[in-house]
């Protein structure tokens, strides 16, 4: 069965960078693209980007370039988010999504990863 | 800012059917997805493309789309089904995605 197991929370001070991992299993990871997606406490969903696995191509929402950097280990199965210049407005839990095929729908989401972000 | 406008909260009352829409202009091009999540967990996929369940989503849940306006029905709501429910599409210019703001649903 597909799953999406993400790693495990992160307590970070402002200014120092987080990488969040994002492993699959139960299908074949370049075959599907992953999107990463967050939430801060008691908000809606955002959409962040995605990044082709076949290419390790990235694409970044409008408000997600500069500090963060999706890329990936496909020897592993697995995709990372990078976020440096951590900022306590980046105290939110993300997701990863796998995208599936035909109309674009988050078919499998990993459980999620709270970074807090606190001096 | 969401370029998909959902009702904040709506609420039903047990075993009566309820709409969430979600409003853009994107949804003239692009079907919505549905995703329902509640407290403290992931979000799970309901309904996707025109109106397609994905396994283990009870047919209670359905999709459809006029013009605008993508709307999830629930048939018969169930307690389970108390969640935040959003809506993504691709946006107007079909390079990225977007998420409405989600809906709150309360079963009475």
């Known amino acids: 069965q597909v799953q999406l197991v993400q790693s495990g929370s992160e307590l970070k001070k402002p200014g120092a960078s987080v990488k969040v991992s994002c492993k699959a299993s139960?299908?074949?990871?370049?075959?599907?693209?992953m999107n990463w997606v967050r939430q801060a406490p008691g908000q809606g969903l955002e959409w962040m980007g995605w990044i082709n696995t076949n290419t390790g191509n990235p694409t970044y929402a409008q408000g997600f370039t500069g500090r963060f950097v999706f890329s990936l280990d496909t020897s592993v199965s697995t995709a990372y988010l990078q976020i440096s210049s951590l900022k306590a407005e980046d105290t939110v839990v993300y997701y990863c999504?796998?995208?599936?095929?035909?109309?674009?729908?988050?078919?499998?989401w990993g459980q999620g990863t709270l970074v807090t972000v606190s001096s | 800012s969401s370029e998909l406008t959902q009702d904040p909260a709506v609420s039903v009352a047990l075993g009566q059917t309820v709409r969430i829409t979600c409003q853009g202009d994107s949804l003239r091009s692009y079907y919505a997805n549905w995703y329902q999540q509640k407290p403290g967990q992931a979000p799970i996929l309901v309904i996707y493309?025109?109106?397609n369940r994905p396994s283990g989503i009870p047919d209670r849940f359905s999709g459809s789309s006029s013009g605008n306006t993508a709307s999830l029905t629930i048939t018969g709501a169930q307690a389970e089904d108390e969640a935040d429910y959003y809506c993504?599409?691709?946006?107007?210019?079909?390079?990225?995605?977007?998420f409405g703001g989600g809906t709150k649903l309360t079963v009475l």
């Open positions: 493309g025109k109106n």
């Open positions: 139960g299908y074949t990871f370049t075959s599907y693209a």
């Open positions: 999504a796998r995208e599936g095929d035909a109309y674009s729908h988050f078919d499998y």
């Open positions: 993504n599409s691709r946006d107007s210019s079909g390079n990225h995605q977007v």
